[in-house]
């Protein structure tokens, strides 16, 4: 089993930035590809980046590809993204995700385990 904890949502304006982190419990954190996904008010889940185990690669969604940067640290037991030029279409709450497989995936169901979520709010 592994759980994870995400943390660093929160208020910031338009063209500011953020950095969120996933805490994972666990012996087998490095060998899982990670990902963030996030869902706004009425709309599904979506798919933003994925890492794989040794971080070597990494996938990204079109909508946030070069605004935003998937990192982890398995010494740490934790992932990050970093989020730049956030726009008010970036308020959401956002996800990690552990796949028990170690290369990077972008869909929802190849997922095995979520966190609670942390919520980002980006205003005009």
């Known amino acids: 089993q592994v759980q994870l904890v995400e943390s660093g949502g929160g208020l910031v304006q338009a063209g500011g930035s953020l950095r969120l982190s996933c805490a994972a419990s666990?012996?087998?954190?490095?060998?899982?590809?990670m990902g963030w996904f996030r869902q706004a008010p009425g709309k599904e889940r979506e798919f933003l980046a994925s890492?794989?185990?040794?971080?070597?690669?990494?996938d990204y969604a079109e909508s946030v590809k070069g605004r935003f940067t998937i990192s982890r640290d398995n010494a740490l037991n934790t992932v990050y993204l970093q989020m730049n030029s956030l726009k008010p279409e970036d308020t959401a709450v956002y996800y990690c995700a552990a796949d028990r497989n170690p290369w990077v995936v972008a869909e929802e169901r190849e997922y095995d385990y979520w966190g609670q979520g942390t919520q980002v709010t980006v205003s005009s």
């Open positions: 890492i794989s185990w040794s971080g070597g690669s990494t």
């Open positions: 666990g012996r087998t954190f490095s060998s899982y590809a």
